[in-house]
């Protein structure tokens, strides 16, 4: 595992990202996030193609000019369904699959890939934030009052399809992705390795 030359730590929004120490991981790991991700921790790269996220961001100015200044950011074809309007600072990459269930944290790595920011042969994923199972709260964000408008009874909005979810990840492993879960229970850990994410601290 030595000869991996990038170490990204994909970020889904699920509960044990509370448990990660940010402020420890190691120099050499850059982290990659989801949707409402920047609640907890702005990384090096941000992906969001759900319209909701959009009108978020642009109603806090705060928040905007940090993931502005501190993410490159991305987003996919998908979007273009929502919105008329894509914000600027977003890169939308189309999928390869335009027909395929679309999933934010399969759909980001496929990105970062076919954007030639990090290779397959020397990059090492590691999995957070991904439980697919319904808990509660079922994501970190809901322990959070983020003004007003966040569910937190019972389960969220949408349905996760969560067996497809499980699926894209299959087909990823597929491909020869590197990957390692650091999801505490999650149903990854079963297709693949799983270390606990303190292996990721200085």
Known sequence: MNSYRNRVLILGN?????????????????????NRIWLKHFPD????????ISKEIERDIIVKSKIMAKCKCYSSDWIRRRMSTVPSYLKVVNRSNPTAFVDSVTTFMRILISDNVFSIDDTIFYISGVPLSWSEPSHFWKEIDYEGSLNKHGRDWYDPRFNRIVSNFKRLKGLGYNMISVTPHSKLNKIMRYEGVSNLYA
Do not use: M, Q
């Open 14 to 34: 699920g509960p044990d990202i509370n448990n990660i120490d940010f402020d420890r991981l190691k120099g050499n790991i850059k982290t990659a996030g989801v």
């Open 45 to 52: 790269y941000y992906f969001y193609h759900d319209s909701e």
